[in-house]
């Protein structure tokens, strides 16, 4: 492989100045066109131990959020597109953990049906998927919250409602739910339906559902938009956002190996209103590569801020369809937490008297080898639809992060020796080929370069697929 090539429509190419600054943007997973280009297919297996961090873990995220929520009041939406899920430096020297916090874990684990659930899930050795660990969570929800909003108020208010007789009621019931054995044992023999359990699990909460209203002194209003997120739909925000710990802020620049694409052309160069840029490939180490200035850090001034940018050989990454989305632990892929975190968190007690074994991974000299790979494997798996993109990926951790949270911190640059040659798709206006040629003349003659190509795209009636002439314009 010698060329990649990337299509471009026109109006991006003018309205964001991509070749009169010879710029790639980099887009965020999110941004790309396949809905499932965020998907990561998470599995769970480990000890007790590491379960149990895993329910500390949504514990802390739970009280954090709703402590937001108290301090703020329900008049101002709390911000649910990250919840907080990176633990603080230092996290057991906050007041917090020493004081609610332990509580809260304390009490949540006293019952010995939720107790067990660490055990049963660990013993069964099975691999968890998204859907049965959001199922997981979705039970004991309720009760989680129950606890959170009870500690709250002895700690804060100086309250008990564990004296109010019907919030007592309510609550030792919540406490003592056996369906929480049941729903555990279903989805550790797999013999089961979501539908079935999703319904034990409905049923049961749609009991409680005035639980939302006051009765913690923070809710006023039961159609309010932070309750409904605390109460509700806490589990299902918290699955899809714990996906950031193992690979965040990454994002992709993509390319293929033709231009002859018919559908490329229509879905990323404007129905063939755009250009085809072929690249010039390098090779490294067995591997493909573009040299980019890509984002490396932010200088800051009195008055503004500026982007650095390094030279770095770019590894191009061969895309792979397949039916199946690769596997990635969650346990063994935690890559973007705190290190210290990992012992005195994730895979220990509370009392750090006992540790998973799943922290040994971090501990191999191979972990960090192995977790770029999985990365790779992640970030370059399509669908088998896709296919026909014959795509190329370079994919790279977004430098600068939420403090600066711009588009231009995603933007490389390519030097102009690397670019090969423009295709023009069949539908470009003699005045826009203009242009183009105009922005490029300037940049070969400030590279002192004489030869540089431009071709109009045709299809051809005798080889029956999608060819090339060169540009002929009249003066």
Not at 168 to 177: A, D, G, P, R
Not at 213 to 237: C, G, H, R, W
Not at 240 to 259: E, G, H, M, P, Q
Not at 411 to 438: M, N, P, T
Request: charged fraction near 25%.
């Amino acid at each position: 492989m010698n060329f990649l090539y990337r299509y471009r429509s026109i109006d991006k190419l003018f309205k964001y100045k991509e070749l009169d600054t010879l710029s790639i943007y980099f887009s965020k997973l999110d941004e790309l066109n396949d809905q499932m280009e965020d998907y990561i297919n998470i599995v769970w297996q480990g000890d007790e131990i590491a379960f149990q961090g895993l329910i500390k873990h949504y514990l802390y995220v739970l009280l954090i959020l709703y402590s937001e929520a108290s301090v703020h009041g329900m008049e101002e939406k709390i911000n649910v597109k990250q919840l907080p899920i990176f633990l603080p430096t230092n996290i057991f020297n906050l007041p917090i953990m020493t004081t609610v916090f332990k509580s809260i874990y304390y009490e949540f684990f006293s019952p010995q049906f939720i107790a067990d659930i660490p055990k049963k899930l660990a013993q069964s050795n099975k691999k968890f998927t998204i859907d049965e660990m959001a199922l997981i969570l979705k039970s004991i929800h309720l009760y989680a919250y129950l606890v959170i909003s009870t500690e709250m108020q002895k700690a804060v208010y100086g309250k008990k409602l564990l004296e109010n007789k019907e919030y007592n009621k309510i609550y030792n019931e919540v406490k003592n739910w056996k369906e929480y054995s049941e729903i555990t044992n279903l989805l550790v023999s797999c013999s089961y339906s979501e539908e079935e359990v999703l319904n034990k699990i409905n049923q049961f909460n749609y009991q409680y559902e005035f639980v939302k209203t006051d009765s913690n002194n923070m809710n006023k209003d039961i159609a309010t938009y932070n309750t409904d997120i605390l109460v509700f739909e806490f589990p299902d925000l918290y699955i899809k956002d714990i996906k950031r710990l193992l690979y965040n802020n990454l994002c992709v620049a993509c390319f293929s190996a033709t231009f002859r694409n018919e559908p490329m052309w229509a879905h990323y160069a404007n129905n063939e209103n755009g250009i085809c840029l072929k690249y010039k490939i390098k090779k490294h180490d067995n591997s493909n590569y573009i040299d980019l200035n890509y984002p490396s850090g932010l200088q800051i001034y009195t008055k503004r801020k500026k982007i650095i940018r390094t030279l770095k050989k770019c590894e191009l990454n061969k895309v792979i369809y397949s039916k199946n989305y690769p596997e990635i632990d969650f346990f063994t892929s935690l890559g973007y937490s705190q290190k210290d975190s990992l012992g005195d968190f994730w895979f220990s007690n509370y009392d750090k008297t006992k540790f998973s074994s799943c922290l040994q991974n971090y501990n191999n000299k191979e972990w960090y080898s192995n977790y770029h790979k999985n990365a790779k494997k992640y970030i370059c798996t399509k669908s088998k639809k896709w296919k026909y993109e014959q795509e190329y990926r370079i994919f790279e951790r977004e430098a600068i992060f939420n403090g600066y949270e711009k588009s231009q911190s995603r933007i490389a640059q390519y030097k102009f020796d690397d670019l090969d040659s423009i295709i023009f798709g069949r539908k470009v206006s003699i005045e826009d080929k203009k242009k183009v040629i105009k922005i490029i003349n300037r940049h070969c003659t400030k590279n002192n370069i004489s030869n540089f190509k431009f071709y109009d795209l045709y299809y051809s009636t005798i080889s029956k697929r999608l060819e090339l002439k060169s540009v002929i314009l009249k003066k």
